[in-house]
């Protein structure tokens, strides 16, 4: 019931559902009583007729009344339906003295006035007509009000049918027609909700009602602001990387040459280190150029792509990082691959999975490439023989600058959350995994890419 509350404060739909629903029963409530009882007067007015008419038959063409020994009506007839015509007073007829069909006639007041009136008699009301006509005698017209009143009741009940039968479909149109007038507010909601962080272009207005049109405006000049906001931001980021570049190279060679020159087995070691330094500074200025790149908008560059040779392309570029480590790497043989993509993208996505394998795989170790090719999807897995990266720190992982605990490894964070940023971009879906599930040990990282559909 709570729940439901919620719901209603919640959907404008919802309370005008059932804000319409109620007035609808309302008005069918109303309309139906005034038709129900003005059928039941008008049932009882073409009543109060026949017995006006009846009247006038028995005087103008004087026709007999119900005399001694006369039932007043048809054989295996209804008696409650029957139209009962007597004279007011028969003095002439014994009150004690039955009829031939064991009845006796009705006794109504002598004083009764010409006119239709209500009567009760014998604990039975009538509705009787008394009239006195051309021999100067009084006759009673009278019928029972409860066989009136049924008559007149299934007559009014006739005319609820046609409420009864547009009430259900008037609530049905209205329910159609609700959700088909906030079909616009669902279909802005689905595409809102399937857009990624990056796809902030605005939302067409055309074709929208003009209630909900300002509303999507206002959206729209938000989502500028916001692109505006981290296209400065990135500017700044690739802007600073950039600058930086130049005196970092410099440093890199003053440092290569000091290296060079003779000194001390202790000024060698401070060297080292400054070099060190120097090339861990160099990777992270080169990984900020690539996330600013990354998350930078999405450019129509996409061409067709083969994975073993952007893979092949990795290997060149950091066998020298990996023959250091003594680690062995390559590529599974398979089948080759082909993808409708940007290049680019694809060489930074693998370049940074097999650079952060490299990295915190020990010396001596194995990562292996390999392509798996699914009817409806298509895996780059890139497997080390590191130590994985553990359940909890999953999520984090992907995020700028994060890294696990107690990791001694040069490097900078930014390796997974620029993979994470190009899948983002390309739609695609990174899922990681222990090698070995028993032992929690090795890291494998799956790209999945799902093909178009036919």
């Keep these: 019931m709570a729940s439901f509350k919620a719901q209603l404060n919640q959907s404008l739909q919802l309370q005008l559902s059932l804000w319409l629903t109620a007035i609808v029963i309302i008005l069918a409530l109303i309309a139906g009583t005034f038709s129900f009882v003005t059928s039941f007067k008008e049932m009882n007015e073409v009543q109060d007729d026949l017995l006006r008419q009846i009247a006038s038959l028995f005087d103008a063409d004087h026709l007999p009344v119900a005399h001694h020994g006369d039932s007043g009506r048809l054989a295996n007839s209804d008696e409650e339906s029957r139209v009962i015509v007597q004279y007011l007073t028969d003095p002439s007829v014994n009150p004690n003295t039955r009829l031939v069909d064991g009845e006796l006639p009705l006794i109504f007041p002598a004083n009764l006035a010409d006119g239709i009136q209500t009567v009760t008699v014998e604990n039975e009301s009538y509705r009787a007509l008394v009239k006195t006509i051309s021999n100067n005698k009084k006759i009673v017209i009278a019928q029972e009000t409860g066989v009136r009143n049924e008559i007149a009741e299934s007559g009014a009940l006739r005319t ?208 292996d490439l390999a392509i798996k090719d699914l009817p409806s999807q298509t895996h780059l897995i890139v497997t ?52 070995d599930e028993h032992l929690k040990t090795g890291l494998m990282v799956t790209v999945i890419i799902h093909k178009p559909k036919q």
């Design 160 to 367: 609820l049918i046609p409420f009864l039968i547009l009430l259900p479909i008037l609530l049905l149109t209205n329910t159609i027609l609700i959700r088909k007038l906030f079909k616009p507010v669902l279909t802005l909601a689905e595409e809102i909700n399937h857009r990624n962080e990056q796809d902030l272009h605005a939302f067409e207005t055309r074709g929208l009602p003009s209630e909900i049109s300002p509303f999507v405006i206002a959206i729209n000049q938000l989502l500028e602001k916001v692109s505006q906001s981290m296209r400065a931001q990135r500017r700044f980021i690739a802007d600073a990387a950039h600058e930086l570049r130049s005196p970092m190279t410099a440093l890199s060679l003053q440092a290569e040459h000091l290296a060079n020159a003779e000194m001390s087995n202790q000024a060698k070691e401070r060297v080292y280190i400054l070099r060190q330094g120097l090339e861990r500074n160099r990777h992270l200025l080169n990984q900020l150029l690539e996330l600013a790149r990354v998350q930078s908008a999405p450019q129509s560059r996409s061409k067709q792509v083969s994975i073993k040779n952007t893979y092949r392309n990795v290997l060149e570029d950091l066998h020298a990082l990996a023959e250091v480590k003594q680690i062995d790497i390559g590529l599974i043989d398979g089948e080759d691959v082909e993808l409708i993509t940007d290049e680019a993208d694809l060489f930074i996505l693998i370049k940074n999975i097999v650079d952060n394998a490299i990295r915190y795989t020990p010396n001596g170790g194995k990562i």
């Design 384 to 435: 080390d023989s590191g130590p994985g990266i553990p359940l909890a720190d999953r999520q984090r992982v992907m995020d700028p600058f994060y890294r696990v605990l107690g990791s001694n490894e040069i490097g900078s964070g930014l390796g997974l959350s620029i993979v994470q940023g190009i899948a983002a971009k390309m739609g695609w879906h990174i899922n990681l995994d222990f090698v």
